[in-house]
């Protein structure tokens, strides 16, 4: 692959992200992303022959992208609390920065499971749990936490992280009708969201 098809690849991704998180994959045309890539529609098919291969290769790209910026939690030095601590903080700040994302991502499973499975497995996502259970067995046994309830404590911690932004509007208006600014919430959620998970598992 030459540089300029590098190049033009790099574009097609950055507007397809745009489009396909902006309209979902049902709403998304290939004509509207090859206009976001500053491409002709040719050019866009002679990249990705179908709108189907186009949002695999998105869809696994921001899958990879979100792993690789949360490598740190595998980092066996650090102690769960800290990984904990790590999560939320840069978690809640990714969603700061990407707010559509979790409605994308939730939308894209309920609309067709079978390839959000299928796509998470060629990453091995499901592996994660495995590894962390591993590096911290002893500390998370002391807190009742094994092997079978890992995924309970993992998928609690991802829902609490990413509800307020799957339910923003909701949340917002709430939040306002008690004289309350929801970015200022966020920006407390980082701390407060990772002591309450640390003391509900050390009960």
Do not use: C
């Amino acid at each position: 692959m030459t540089e300029n098809d590098k190049l033009t690849e790099e574009r097609i991704f950055e507007a397809a992200t745009d489009v396909f998180v902006d309209k979902g994959m049902d709403g998304a045309r290939m004509q509207d992303i090859a206009s976001y890539a500053g491409i002709n529609k040719a050019l866009l098919h002679y990249y990705f022959r179908t709108k189907d291969q186009l949002f695999n290769a998105v869809f696994e790209m921001i899958a990879r992208k979100i792993l690789k910026k949360f490598a740190p939690v595998f980092d066996e030095n650090l102690t769960i609390e800290a990984k904990i601590r790590f999560f939320f903080r840069e978690h809640i700040a990714f969603l700061q920065e990407n707010p559509k994302l979790p409605g994308f991502i939730l939308n894209e499973i309920n609309r067709n499971p079978a390839r959000i499975k299928k796509l998470l497995k060629n990453i091995h996502f499901e592996k994660l749990w495995e590894k962390l259970y591993e590096q911290h067995k002893a500390e998370l046994d002391n807190y009742n936490i094994t092997e079978d309830t890992m995924p309970q404590l993992m998928v609690s911690i991802a829902a609490i992280s990413v509800f307020p932004f799957a339910a923003k509007g909701l949340i917002e208006g709430i939040l306002e009708k008690v004289g309350l600014d929801f970015n200022k919430f966020i920006e407390e959620r980082k701390e407060f969201a990772a002591a309450f998970v640390i003391k509900a598992i050390k009960k």
